[in-house]
Structures are given as C-alpha cells and as structure tokens.
C-alpha cells in the first residue's frame, strides 16, 4: 500500500467545497483584470471556483473573494462558462 495517486484538494472559493483540484477553475487576479486559466498552467497565486455550479458565479457570492472587482468577474465567468450553450 502507500502507492496511490495523490489527487490536490483545492477549496472553491465560494462554496467552500473541496474538491479535486481539475474540477476546479483556477482565476488568476492580474492589475489588468481577471484570468480565468483553463489550462491550470499560468503562473502565478490563484483561486479556485466551481465551473459546473452557476451558484458560485453570483456577483455578491464572488464578493468575498474578489471585493469591488466581484461585478466584473462574474461576468467574464457567466460569459466563459454560462454562455457556452448554444452559439450567440
Ligand atoms: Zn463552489
């Protein structure tokens, strides 16, 4: 025993659910703005949010983590992860 994959638990930062880190988005928070980085291959310090879970794209939800700037986030995830049904 002791030979089994090591899985990286990372915490949404709005539900607070942990969850294997490739279920998780990564956003990267840059002075130009936010990055979200599907590729997990960025640099830099990110946090994690669902990307299956449109309760934690809501603008006061995102606050805590990402304060005034929280409007602008939510967006760019309801565009990126939202309105990937159907084209337009
Ligand atoms: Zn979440």
Known sequence: MGRGKHVPIRMCVVCRRRRPKHELLRILRTPEGFILDFGGKQPGRGAYVCPDDPACWEEKRLRRFAGARAGE???????R????HGQG
Do not use: N, V, Y
């Open 73 to 79: 986030l939510s967006r760019l995830l309801k565009e």
């Open 81 to 84: 992860l939202g309105g990937a």
